[in-house]
């Protein structure tokens, strides 16, 4: 088990990580948002487990909300010679591409590989307790990640998330070359490389998919987007 691991909320600590995991071999990442406690979710930390050519890891919990420039994590992200390891990647790639324009490529999603090969329980404490006999902690699965400070286990918990991936996708990469899956794999994952979040809807768009804004007059359109409008402002204001 990882000791208690650092928030780096400072963008000189931000950097030297990245300098050091720009020479790894993969790069184990996951994300906690806040969508259960804010208005308008956003990405709340990101963590991320290097896995290095000589066998050697670091582990790193990064504050995006306290980072005043977090766009130096981009190339490390996109890196074709570093493997990035996800699991459940799909909500993680979006938050990531929703918020800062992030693209991660190549991919190694340890859920999909999972199903690939038939196991039957594929979420990620099912597959550590499956594979290495460990009951993972997911008692802060629903807390805000917004709030600061965040507590020794609180950062435990995040860390333990890309903790294993290595582990977990060593032995389904073998899994897959078994199965004969691995083509596939491949093309699951070209798939995931290419997610794009959906663009979203105007204010008018929002406002006409209203339940009877069809039967109302543009003039009461107006209205109806001028409350609309004054609606988001004091939602955002009160972040829920």
Same mark, same amino acid.
């Given at each position: 088990?990882?000791? =208690? ?65 977090? =766009? ?76 600061? @400070?965040? =507590? ?26 078994? =199965? ?19 663009? @979203? ?40």
């Amino acid at each position: 088990m990882p000791e =208690s691991t650092p928030l780096i909320a400072e963008q000189a600590p931000f950097l030297a990580l990245l300098r050091r995991f720009a020479t790894c071999r993969e790069l184990a990442i996951d994300t906690e948002a806040n969508s259960l406690h804010a208005y308008r979710e956003q990405v709340c930390l990101i963590q991320m487990t290097a896995r290095f050519a000589d066998g050697s890891r670091e582990h790193a919990i990064i504050d995006p909300l306290a980072i005043e420039e977090l =766009s130096p994590l981009a190339p490390l992200l996109a890196d074709p010679a570093i493997l990035k390891i996800l699991h459940g990647s799909s909500y993680d790639l979006l938050c990531l591409r929703r918020d800062y324009g992030f693209h991660l490529a190549p991919l190694f999603d340890t859920q999909v590989a999972a199903q690939l090969v038939g196991i039957a329980r594929f979420g990620l404490a099912d597959l550590v307790r499956h594979y290495f006999e460990i009951s993972l902690d997911k008692r802060f699965q629903k807390c805000d990640w917004g709030q600061r @400070p965040l =507590s020794d286990e609180q950062r435990l918990y995040a860390i333990l998330d890309t903790y294993y991936l290595h582990d977990l996708y060593d032995r389904l990469r073998e899994a897959l070359t078994a =199965s004969g899956r691995g083509d596939q794999m491949a093309e699951e994952m070209e798939l995931l490389e290419q997610i794009e979040p959906t663009p @979203p809807l105007s204010d008018a768009d929002r406002v006409r998919r209203i339940r009877g804004a069809a039967r109302l007059t543009e003039v009461q359109l107006k209205v109806l987007l001028s409350l609309w409008r004054t609606r988001e402002r004091l939602a955002e204001g009160l972040a829920r």
